[in-house]
């Protein structure tokens, strides 16, 4: 502390001696009789609404490019589906795909940069994901293949989702983890992975009473095993299932910040710049820091609360106790050779 003060005093003293050499302290308030201010008081609530303003644009631009995405890979899965396309087709599909990533970097970067990370999760998630898991998950899709409250189908219900977000969505958030992403486990400007995925997809398992008593207390020992198998490895293996690569990744054989290859002037004069384009590569670290996010994530503590283990813990008793009063009663009548 008095070494401190030694310093303060010899930062004020030579602050007072010169004072065009020494900068300003933020923290501290400036007197209300200067014209300095009263200037930066009259400029705040002008600030403040231009971020505000900027703010609402980026989100709304990413939230417009997030539905374009959407609705070109809905197109593209129908023409697979009647076998028509062609290489100019793929090649159109792969330049709108460069265009999207890129318009959607600079939002994310953009809402970031102003603090406004959450922002962004919830576009994602709001545009992106939550209309996907609302036309997929449902008490029928939960129970498809066995009887009512089986949830026979949890586990292809969990692959579906899966696939469709990394066939969709899958580059976005390549994107983000290697922008944002960090190897080590602090937290992130943007997280998608938990926030815009995860986060959605437990709070609709968890708000729609009929499929959260069939998951979390189903009443028969077996089918809640089962649940909890099943949407444990699905949580374990999130982040490696939506962010490992693509098959336009894998064919563009290209990672980081561009090819480095300089752009090239086409016939008609026109320069493609796309080789500078940055291109994510996700790496095993930033897979193993975003799969642990997920698991720090808040609604995942939420999440395994639901989990009636008591009630689990009863019928595993009562079951093993009926086997032993069986054993037990053959021994009496048919004696220890039964």
Not at 20 to 46: E, G, V
Not at 255 to 282: E, Q
Request: aromatic share 6%; glycine share 10%.
């Amino acid at each position: 502390l008095a070494g401190a003060d030694n310093n303060n005093t010899t930062s004020s003293g030579t602050a007072a001696n010169n004072p065009q050499s020494s900068l300003p302290n933020l923290r501290a308030p400036l007197p209300n009789d200067t014209d300095k201010a009263q200037f930066l008081m009259k400029l705040a609530p002008r600030i403040r609404r231009l971020e505000a303003d900027t703010v609402k644009a980026l989100t709304a631009t990413l939230e417009e490019v997030l539905g374009q995405m959407k609705s070109r890979k809905e197109d593209e899965r129908e023409h697979q589906q009647q076998q028509v396309g062609s290489s100019l087709d793929d090649a159109a599909s792969a330049e709108a795909e460069e265009r999207d990533l890129l318009m959607i970097g600079h939002c994310l970067r953009g809402l970031a940069l102003l603090g406004r990370g959450k922002e962004a999760e919830g576009a994602f998630a709001r545009v992106a994901i939550m209309p996907l898991i609302r036309s997929k998950v449902s008490m029928g899709r939960l129970d498809e293949g066995g009887a009512r409250g089986q949830c026979t189908g949890l586990s292809s219900l969990l692959d579906d989702i899966a696939i469709a977000i990394h066939g969709s969505f899958g580059s976005v958030l390549r994107l983000s983890e290697a922008t944002f992403g960090a190897a080590d486990d602090g937290p992130v400007e943007v997280d998608l992975v938990s926030a815009g995925v995860w986060a959605p997809l437990a709070t609709a398992l968890m708000a729609d009473p009929g499929i959260k008593m069939a998951l979390f207390s189903p009443g028969i020992a077996g089918i809640l095993q089962s649940n909890y198998v099943a949407l444990d490895s699905f949580l374990s293996e999130l982040a490696s299932s939506l962010l490992k690569p693509g098959a336009q990744a894998e064919g563009n054989g290209s990672g980081g910040r561009g090819s480095g290859l300089p752009p090239m002037p086409s016939a008609d004069g026109s320069v493609d710049f796309t080789p500078l384009y940055f291109h994510p590569s996700v790496s095993p670290e930033l897979v193993s820091a975003a799969q642990s996010r997920v698991h720090r994530h808040p609604l995942t503590a939420d999440f395994n609360k639901k989990w009636n283990l008591p009630i689990y813990y009863q019928l595993r008793f009562g079951e093993c106790c009926t086997r032993l009063n069986k054993a037990m009663t053959r021994v009496q009548k048919e004696g220890w050779g039964a």
